[in-house]
């Protein structure tokens, strides 16, 4: 016999409990129904189903991206197909070093991630209640951890042959790849060029035709020169009141020239974002780095 949940007020008893364990009978909740267990709250948007599985809440966190979750982690030992809204309340002693104001519901679909940070997480830190709604989602872990924005470059240049003497423009690509914004007017980039090789940097550019590319729209004049060693390296800063939208790119249009380098010789142009200690443009160094081949014929 399957059980129907109607009301919450049937299902009280479960938070006492700090689990939930459902036999092969199964219960279903209907659609809109909120089934509450240990803190968390789940409310279906259709008809949810839940057979031979367990809802389980631990004081153990969990490795995320780029730091550890808060001490608050929920797990069903069979991964649950999930529409609806999760919402779940936590513990100020639970936040692990975690940022308060920057949490994120996280979810994993397996027991060993990798987890990912709900962009579109509601936090009220006054009611210390954080909140997110899916749609066909694979839930396995439930949890929260403290979100940073995240940029990561790359360069495009589809033309990396080098004659003699010869020039190139390319592309700096840099992405914002949490879905948090950078603060304003903080990030910096580095672009090295190899021996052999010189870069120059325009910021008054608004488009640069791509060698081997197409002609692409830069934002050159947001950033800044900060450094040029020998234009060999050039190291850039975001102008004050700029700053990398959430999921946005920033575009920077580079050209280098082929200067002493020999015949023959393969290199490598890297660009890097700088490790950012306060994580206020970058939360995660893991993927600051871009390299890309270059060969002089």
Do not use: C, H
């Not at 909120?34 to 279906?44: A, H, I, K, Q, R």
């Not at 996280?106 to 709900?118: C, D, K, L, M, V």
């Not at 975001?238 to 002493?260: C, E, H, K, W, Y």
Request: aromatic share 8%.
């Amino acid at each position: 016999m399957r059980y129907y949940f109607l009301l919450a007020t049937l299902i009280t008893a479960l938070q006492a409990s700090a689990q939930l364990s459902v036999s092969s009978q199964g219960i279903t909740i209907k659609a809109n129904t909120p089934l509450s267990v240990d803190g968390l709250v789940l409310t279906p948007s259709v008809e949810l189903t839940l057979a031979n599985n367990t809802l389980q809440k631990s004081t153990t966190p969990v490795s995320t991206t780029p730091q550890s979750s808060i001490s608050r982690v929920y797990q069903f030992s069979v991964v649950v197909s999930f529409s609806g809204t999760v919402r779940f309340t936590y513990l100020t002693t639970e936040l692990n070093s975690n940022t308060e104001a920057r949490l994120k519901l996280a979810y994993a679909a397996t027991s060993s991630g990798p987890f990912f940070n709900s962009p579109a997480s509601t936090l009220n830190t006054t009611t210390k209640t954080i909140s997110t709604t899916f749609t066909n989602q694979n839930l396995q872990l439930i949890t929260a951890a403290s979100q940073y924005p995240d940029l990561s470059p790359t360069i495009l240049l589809p033309d990396a042959n080098f004659p003699i003497s010869s020039s190139r423009n390319f592309v700096i690509n840099i992405f914002e790849v949490a879905g948090v914004p950078t603060s304003q007017g903080n990030a910096i980039v580095t672009l090295t060029a190899p021996v052999g090789y010189s870069l120059s940097f325009n910021n008054s550019l608004a488009t640069i035709n791509v060698s081997g590319g197409a002609t692409t729209v830069v934002n050159n004049t947001q950033w800044s020169i900060i450094q040029n060693q020998g234009n060999q390296q050039i190291t850039l800063r975001m102008n004050t009141g700029q700053s990398v939208g959430a999921g946005d790119t920033s575009v920077l249009g580079f050209t280098i020239s082929r200067t002493t380098a020999n015949s023959g010789s393969v290199s490598n142009v890297t660009t890097n974002v700088a490790e950012d200690a306060s994580k206020t443009y970058d939360g995660d160094a893991a993927n600051n780095v871009y390299a890309r081949v270059i060969s002089g014929l």
